[in-house]
């Protein structure tokens, strides 16, 4: 089993459209990222999470401790949100600061 | 804004070649890792630096595979005998110390042929 689980995996949204992906894991943690991975392939830091709420512009990431999940909201939506989204943490278990990644969600937005 | 560095964007070797991606952190961040990208597949995590010396590695990271940041400002990682299986995008990330957000280059993608 994946530390690391999003879903979905494939998502397919019209511009406007309110988008939810999630991230569930399975060990403890220190930190939740999420990113973003453009076709190019670059990858670009949205948020880093240990708590609560974040918001930056239309995109808002939320993380439950207890509950081992996290979720990245994406509020009226755009074709330029296209991307696949990622999900890595940060394990309390590694004596390093290594991330581990989910697999990523595939975004498509269509106008 | 600061930023992660990676040089080349792409690299064509043939198998059995060693082969050297460089990568120019930002500039005040004092830990840097590796990680890399097979196509179709999710991020791995190969090695963390910190101190000029490695702090941690995955099973990926076996003796073909070095790092070394020679100069104080680049960092770089260094593949002895190249193996069709390490075509992937390399991905070099840096952070500050205390702070645990990891900000990344634009990669390498590297082509074993």
């Known amino acids: 089993k994946n530390e690391v689980e999003q879903s979905p995996q494939n998502l397919t949204a019209q511009e406007g459209e309110f988008i939810t992906i999630n991230c569930s894991y399975s060990?403890?943690?220190?930190?939740l990222h999420w990113l973003q991975q453009h076709p190019g392939g670059g990858i670009v830091s949205l948020f880093m999470?240990?708590?609560g709420k974040k918001k930056h512009g239309r995109l808002i990431a939320t993380i439950n401790i207890q509950e081992k999940h996290s979720s990245l909201h994406i509020t009226a939506s755009h074709p330029r949100d296209s991307a696949v989204y990622i999900c890595?943490?940060?394990?309390?278990?590694?004596?390093?600061?290594?991330?581990?990644f989910g697999e990523g969600t595939q975004l498509t937005v269509n106008p | 804004e600061p930023e992660v560095t990676q040089t080349p964007s792409h690299q064509v070797t043939q198998m059995g070649q060693e082969v050297i991606l460089r990568c120019v952190p930002i500039?005040?961040?004092?830990?840097f890792y590796w990680y890399r990208q097979i196509l179709g597949q999710k991020v791995e995590f190969l090695v963390s630096?910190?101190?000029?010396?490695?702090?941690?590695k995955s099973e990926i990271f076996d003796d073909q595979f070095s790092v070394e940041r020679p100069d104080g400002s680049n960092f770089t990682l260094k593949i002895r005998s190249t193996k069709l299986e390490d075509s992937a995008m390399y991905f070099c990330?840096?952070?500050?110390?205390?702070?645990?957000?990891?900000?990344f280059g634009p990669g390498t993608r590297l082509t074993v042929l």
């Open positions: 990330a840096s952070r500050a110390g205390g702070i645990n957000e990891q900000f």
């Open positions: 060990v403890g943690i220190s930190a």
């Open positions: 999470l240990s708590s």
């Open positions: 890595a943490v940060r394990s309390e278990e590694t004596s390093g600061s290594r991330l581990t």
């Open positions: 500039s005040n961040h004092l830990y």
């Open positions: 630096f910190y101190n000029n010396e490695i702090s941690e």
